[in-house]
């Protein structure tokens, strides 16, 4: 664990230097979050490095509390042995590749139904009194519940995980597109009218840029939930994904890379989240504008 | 420039409203409350009147039924002796707060009506930059509307109105959130304009100065439920400078302006309502 803790240290010898707060050039869009100080940077590693001592102690002693034991549990460098080796192992790609596609196409799914529905329900009341009251229903039931039916009615098992996931991303870009939907004001609606813009050309043009912000919100979201959803439909029904991948470490008894497939899905999570989060921004250069003044 | 230049910016027709026994009713069942009643009121093309009233006497509301944003209870509204049923962008109407879209830059803002209108990219810019150069803000032709001031945005408020060359300008208390300096100049500003885009303009206030400074002619209302006190020409020569407002004609008329709004019963000030109906 030489790596965090010497990184921490030279880190706080910095930490008496003047603060840099301020010497960053003139930021005109301050969107994305702000640096921290050096200080506070080398108190978070920090605590991330004891996080890892503690765990190679209580694995390396193989400390048993009873109610939670460590028994079985790898140590940080057996986890990290076995990252490295399936970094170079061939089926991995093919992991990663199952996994990417169910996300993705579950989570495209969702962007397209979540907003068009949530278009719909913000803007009508008729959208709002038919569809709103079955998928407030549906809404509560967890993705894991989903997954019996959902083997019974796709007869594909790809098709039936990439619904999944597509379920556990949809509500939170549904509902942020409703919420961005109604978040636009009268105003701008009745301006853009007399302006000559009739129905189609409100949505268009005022509507769909006026909750892009709210959506950019949920899909950020609804990308995390999709992954949290892929990896439990994989340990059920899948042949080839991180999740599958996890769940027959387990059964092969390869305890070293439960964690490594654990840090893989939480990476890839982080990181696709990251991505649309980017996206999200680059498609609404406004947001912030002005801020600066 | 060749394509601004063809583009006169001048409206097509004239101009000419007609409000006839108007009412306006806002609420529901037993909330509901007449907010102006009989008013009659024909504006001729091309003149600039003001609609002077206290706060909630329902000179917005009225505003808004001229845009089409809301309905009369009773009575009716023409523009050209065409009745009004709905927005159109003929009538083109300035808020108090501004309505710049917060996703388009200044140049995209002003260029929106003629997008409307199926203008193609490269001309509708070119006709909102020429309409930018008139209101000062050609330097922020690539800003964000929330990178403005407060007087920024309303100028461009105005030049998004203008593209469509409306044969009316409809402004609710354009200037009544800015500070005084900025109303001064915003004024000034204003005639300026209408100098080169000779609309009839309906322009809402419960500034004196500012109505008597501005206007050809000026409309008084009463308390709410609002109805036209009184209707005073204002035969001040164009154009008009500061040096106005200390003129005795001009002390006069605001004379009898303060005695009319004084004199009017109802003492208790009322929420101000908005052209597109309850806030």
Redesign the interface.
């Known amino acids: 664990m030489s790596g965090p803790m010497s990184g921490s240290i030279s880190a706080s010898a910095i930490e008496t230097a003047p603060p840099i707060r301020g010497a960053r050039g003139p930021a005109i869009r301050a969107r994305s979050p702000r640096t921290l100080p050096l200080g506070r940077l080398a108190r978070r590693g920090l605590a991330l490095a004891l996080s890892l001592a503690a765990w190679h102690l209580a694995a390396s002693h193989r400390l048993d509390l009873g109610l939670v034991t460590f028994r079985n549990v790898p140590t940080p460098a057996a986890a990290a042995q076995a990252a490295w080796a399936l970094l170079h192992a061939p089926l991995l790609p093919t992991h990663l590749g199952a996994s990417l596609v169910r996300v993705l196409s579950g989570f495209l799914a969702a962007l397209g139904t979540g907003i068009a529905l949530g278009l719909a329900i913000g803007r009508s009341r008729l959208a709002r009194d038919l569809l709103l009251p079955p998928l407030e229903v549906l809404r509560p039931i967890p993705a894991v519940a989903w997954i019996p039916l959902a083997i019974l009615m796709f007869p594909s098992s790809e098709v039936s995980m990439a619904f999944i996931t597509f379920t556990g991303a949809l509500f939170p870009i549904l509902l942020n597109t409703v919420h961005g939907v109604e978040s636009v004001h009268p105003r701008l609606v009745a301006a853009a009218r007399s302006l000559g813009a009739g129905d189609t050309a409100i949505l268009r043009e005022v509507i769909l840029p006026g909750a892009a912000p709210s959506i950019v919100t949920g899909a950020a979201i609804g990308m995390g939930t999709a992954w949290f959803c892929l990896v439990t439909a994989e340990m059920i029904s899948g042949q080839y994904g991180i999740g599958y991948f996890t769940w027959e470490s387990y059964t092969l008894q390869n305890y070293d890379d439960i964690v490594v497939g654990m840090l893989l899905i939480g990476l890839l999570g982080m990181g696709s989240s990251l991505v649309v989060r980017w996206l999200g921004e680059r498609a609404t250069p406004w947001i912030g504008a002005g801020a600066q003044r | 420039m060749s394509a601004g230049a063809a583009w006169a910016g001048l409206p097509a027709a004239d101009g000419h409203v007609a409000i006839r026994g108007g009412a306006i009713r806002l609420g529901r069942g037993a909330a509901a409350f007449d907010v102006v009643e009989n008013i009659g009121l024909d504006i001729p093309a091309r003149q600039f009147v003001c609609i002077l009233g206290p706060s909630g006497c329902g000179k917005s509301t009225l505003l808004g039924a001229v845009?089409?944003?809301l309905a009369l209870s009773r009575g009716s509204v023409s523009l050209d002796g065409q009745a009004v049923t709905?927005?159109?962008?003929d009538?083109?109407?300035v808020?108090q707060?501004h309505?710049l879209?917060?996703?388009?830059s200044v140049l995209d803002n002003v260029a929106?009506?003629s997008?409307?209108?199926g203008v193609g990219r490269a001309e509708r810019r070119e006709r909102a930059r020429a309409l930018l150069a008139q209101v000062g803000l050609s330097d922020f032709v690539e800003?964000?509307?929330?990178?403005?001031s407060g007087g920024m945005q309303q100028r461009v408020e105005i030049a998004?109105?203008l593209i469509?060359q409306p044969r009316v300008l409809l402004m609710d208390e354009p200037f009544g959130a800015l500070d005084a300096q900025t109303r001064l100049t915003m004024q000034e500003l204003l005639l300026d304009i209408w100098t080169r885009h000779r609309t009839t303009i309906l322009f809402v206030t419960h500034d004196i100065d500012e109505a008597l400074f501005l206007a050809d002619r000026l409309i008084v209302m009463t308390p709410r439920p609002g109805r036209i006190l009184d209707d005073i020409p204002l035969a001040f020569g164009r154009p008009r400078d500061r040096g106005l407002i200390t003129d005795p004609r001009f002390t006069a008329i605001k004379q009898r302006c303060l005695a009319l709004l004084q004199g009017a019963p109802g003492g208790v000030p009322l929420a101000r309502l908005?052209?597109?109906g309850m806030p």
Not at chain 2, 143 to 148: R, S, T, V
């Open positions: 845009a089409g944003h709905g927005p159109h962008p009538r083109g109407i808020f707060q309505t879209f917060p996703w388009l929106f009506g997008k409307m209108s800003a964000y509307p929330a990178e403005l998004r109105a469509n908005s052209p597109i």
